[in-house]
């Protein structure tokens, strides 16, 4: 079915004719009650419009042509503009419904959105819109509401996009995509921001409900903060980081609108993936120890290969070791945190989220003492390995509480295979390639095999 058919026109119908049957039809396939018919008669209406023009402009061509041989006589030109004045639209006679459109603004900067929705809805259903150009004014005046009113909600932008018939998925947009995608942007930034206002709302009602966001977003003192980031769940650590990073990179209005400032070092609190780093400098810093004291006379052959094995018991013993006392840490954690920001660097400190004196740097000390105590009778040996040991721990404990930063051995380590990824391994899967590999083994081994190499 072409578009005169849908329209129920013939092929030489004027403007002023479709316009007439889009009218008509427009009766019957309202935007809100079926969109995708709606959609049909539009692109009918916009096919059928366009291809009059330009029969009326070819017919303007041929009578300016044909004007300049005859003169037209009196009785033509009254047959010509005769049906002109049979033609004439009466719909002008239908008045504009109420309320007004100043007033449905007013209400909508007031936030009386029902008001408006029910007075959108009025104008949707009256006659008064029938006319194309009359509905397509009233799209861009209510577009143009949107665009202006800066705290629309997600509820009332879907409910007016329902009632206007707009739809990205069909391509009905009243507007360019870039402006659509900006309204999209500000009301998924309203709906977010309604969101955390609800969990900080739950929050102060009932101190467990919207932990996360009052992690991220609420202005607490140190100790408290560190107390409910100690009791979190793997699930509540998963909400953290998934808002966190929605408002990093996709809302970052949300604050603001909030009238709250987020954390700023919020990866800095993310927990500890592995302590491997930790573990692996401790059994290697403390057999180096054993090694070198091997050489002071006061530990046997025989203990200093043994040591190293017995290591890694040692180094488990400590591990639960330190669980245990990291549960005492955490019961007197308001006094860790007020002792840390008064004796530690900010660096470490990182607002409760770094180190702390008693829940880290303490436990430091032991392993200190042992590579002390393990140093043999060499004077340099007993004052360098505690404080290489001390240092060591706490800067790998340090790097593992960073939380999502990447340390220094991850960036090398992803340096060493960007570049082993930049080779021509896809070469080797050439026969011609093996076989040029082999044959050069081959000859420089006979060659130094011939010359006694």
């Given at each position: 079915?072409?578009?005169w058919?849908?329209?129920?026109?013939?092929?030489d119908?004027?403007?002023?004719?479709?316009?007439?049957?889009?009218a008509?039809?427009?009766?019957?396939?309202?935007?809100d009650?079926?969109?995708?018919?709606?959609q049909?008669?539009?692109?009918?209406?916009?096919?059928?419009?366009?291809?009059?023009?330009?029969?009326?402009?070819a017919?303007?061509?041929?009578?300016?042509a044909?004007s300049?041989?005859?003169?037209?006589?009196l009785?033509?030109?009254?047959?010509?503009q005769?049906?002109?004045?049979?033609?004439?639209?009466?719909?002008?006679?239908?008045?504009?419904?109420?309320?007004?459109?100043?007033?449905?603004?007013?209400?909508?900067t007031?936030g009386?959105?029902?008001?408006?929705?029910?007075?959108?809805?009025?104008?949707?259903?009256?006659?008064?819109?029938?006319?194309?150009?009359?509905?397509?004014?009233?799209?861009?005046?209510?577009?143009?509401?949107?665009?202006?009113?800066?705290?629309?909600?997600?509820?009332?932008?879907?409910g007016v996009?329902?009632?206007?018939g707009?739809?990205?998925?069909?391509?009905?947009?009243?507007?360019?995509?870039w402006?659509?995608?900006?309204?999209?942007?500000?009301?998924e930034?309203?709906?977010?921001?309604?969101?955390?206002?609800?969990?900080?709302?739950r929050?102060?009602?009932?101190?467990?409900?919207?932990?996360?966001?009052?992690?991220?977003?609420?202005?607490l003192?140190?100790?408290?903060?560190?107390?409910?980031?100690d009791?979190?769940t793997?699930?509540?650590w998963?909400?953290?980081?998934?808002?966190?990073q929605?408002?990093?990179?996709q809302y970052p209005?949300?604050?603001?609108?909030l009238?709250?400032?987020?954390l700023?070092?919020?990866?800095?609190?993310?927990?500890?993936?592995?302590?491997?780093g930790?573990?692996l400098?401790l059994?290697?810093?403390?057999?180096?120890?054993l090694?070198?004291?091997?050489?002071?006379?006061?530990?046997?052959?025989?203990?200093?290969?043994?040591?190293?094995?017995m290591?890694?018991?040692?180094i488990?013993?400590?591990?639960?070791?330190?669980?245990?006392w990291?549960?005492?840490?955490v019961?007197?954690?308001?006094l860790?945190?007020?002792l840390s920001?008064?004796?530690l660097?900010r660096?470490?400190?990182?607002?409760?989220?770094?180190?702390?004196?008693?829940?880290?740097?303490?436990?430091?000390?032991?392993?200190?003492?042992?590579?002390c105590?393990?140093?043999?009778?060499?004077?340099?040996?007993?004052?360098?390995?505690?404080?290489?040991?001390?240092v060591?721990?706490?800067?790998?404990?340090?790097?593992?509480?960073?939380?999502?930063?990447?340390?220094?051995?991850a960036?090398?380590?992803?340096?060493?295979?960007r570049?082993?990824?930049?080779?021509?391994?896809?070469?080797?899967k050439?026969?011609?390639?093996?076989?040029?590999?082999?044959?050069?083994?081959?000859?420089?081994?006979?060659?130094?095999?011939?010359?006694?190499?």
């Amino acid at each position: 079915m072409n578009h005169w058919q849908l329209l129920s026109l013939e092929p030489d119908a004027d403007e002023r004719g479709i316009k007439r049957a889009y009218a008509r039809l427009l009766k019957t396939h309202r935007p809100d009650e079926n969109p995708a018919a709606f959609q049909r008669l539009r692109e009918a209406y916009e096919a059928a419009l366009a291809e009059a023009l330009w029969c009326a402009e070819a017919d303007d061509k041929v009578v300016y042509a044909t004007s300049s041989v005859s003169t037209p006589s009196l009785a033509s030109e009254e047959a010509v503009q005769a049906p002109v004045l049979e033609l004439v639209d009466t719909s002008t006679a239908v008045e504009p419904p109420e309320p007004a459109l100043g007033q449905m603004q007013q209400w909508l900067t007031e936030g009386k959105d029902r008001e408006v929705m029910d007075g959108i809805r009025r104008w949707l259903a009256s006659d008064w819109l029938l006319p194309f150009e009359r509905r397509e004014q009233f799209e861009q005046c209510v577009l143009d509401w949107l665009e202006s009113d800066p705290n629309t909600s997600h509820v009332f932008f879907d409910g007016v996009c329902k009632a206007m018939g707009w739809d990205e998925a069909q391509g009905n947009l009243p507007c360019e995509y870039w402006r659509w995608n900006r309204l999209i942007q500000r009301c998924e930034t309203q709906a977010m921001a309604q969101t955390v206002r609800a969990e900080l709302a739950r929050f102060e009602a009932d101190k467990l409900h919207g932990q996360a966001a009052a992690l991220l977003l609420k202005p607490l003192p140190d100790h408290r903060r560190r107390a409910m980031a100690d009791s979190f769940t793997s699930l509540d650590w998963q909400r953290f980081t998934e808002l966190a990073q929605a408002i990093e990179y996709q809302y970052p209005e949300v604050p603001q609108h909030l009238g709250l400032q987020p954390l700023d070092n919020w990866r800095d609190w993310l927990p500890a993936e592995s302590y491997r780093g930790v573990y692996l400098f401790l059994w290697l810093a403390l057999s180096a120890v054993l090694i070198a004291s091997m050489f002071t006379g006061k530990n046997g052959l025989e203990m200093t290969v043994l040591m190293p094995l017995m290591m890694l018991s040692l180094i488990w013993i400590g591990m639960k070791a330190y669980y245990v006392w990291n549960l005492l840490a955490v019961a007197v954690g308001q006094l860790d945190v007020d002792l840390s920001r008064w004796l530690l660097p900010r660096s470490w400190y990182r607002q409760s989220a770094g180190l702390l004196l008693i829940r880290h740097i303490l436990p430091s000390a032991v392993p200190a003492a042992l590579a002390c105590i393990w140093s043999g009778g060499a004077l340099w040996l007993q004052w360098t390995s505690p404080v290489v040991v001390f240092v060591g721990v706490l800067y790998f404990t340090s790097t593992s509480l960073s939380g999502g930063k990447l340390s220094m051995w991850a960036r090398a380590s992803r340096a060493l295979k960007r570049m082993g990824a930049r080779l021509p391994w896809h070469l080797l899967k050439r026969e011609s390639v093996l076989v040029v590999i082999a044959v050069v083994v081959m000859a420089a081994s006979v060659y130094f095999r011939s010359n006694g190499l």
